[in-house]
C-alpha cells in the first residue's frame, strides 16, 4: 500500500529503501504491476539480505543474523539462570549488498 501511496504523488521517487526486504518485495510487485522497470524508472533497496533478496535480485543491505542470534541467546539464557547481565544496545556492521534493482536515477 505505501509503494501505491507513493506512486500517486506528483513527483515520483527514484528510488524507496524499504525497513526490510520483506517490505522491498512487495514494493517490486507494485512496481511491476503499474507497469514500471526496476531499476530503470524506479530503484528499490532492502535490509536483512533475505534468502530470496538473491533470487530476486534485490540490493540489500546486510546484517550479521548469526552474530545478533548468538548475542540474543547469551542474554535469553543469562536470565533464565538467574543471571544479570547488562544490556546495552548492540553496534553491528552492516554491509551494502548491491544487486539488480538498483542503478542511478533515471533523468528527469
Do not use: N
Not at 44 to 56: I, M, T
Amino acid at each position: 500500500r505505501a509503494m501505491g501511496a507513493l506512486l500517486g504523488l506528483p513527483r515520483r521517487p527514484t528510488a524507496v529503501f524499504a525497513a526490510s526486504d520483506e517490505m522491498a518485495f512487495g514494493a517490486l510487485r507494485t512496481l511491476r504491476r503499474a507497469g514500471l522497470r526496476v531499476p530503470s524508472d524506479v530503484s528499490v533497496l532492502g535490509f536483512d539480505d533475505h534468502d530470496l533478496a538473491d533470487l530476486l535480485e534485490l540490493s540489500t543491505v546486510a546484517q550479521p543474523v548469526a552474530e545478533l542470534g548468538e548475542r540474543a541467546g547469551r542474554i535469553l539464557l543469562a536470565r533464565l539462570s538467574g543471571g544479570k547481565i547488562a544490556t546495552s544496545p548492540a553496534i553491528v556492521g552492516t554491509h551494502l549488498v548491491l544487486r539488480g534493482s538498483t542503478a542511478p536515477p533515471p533523468g528527469r
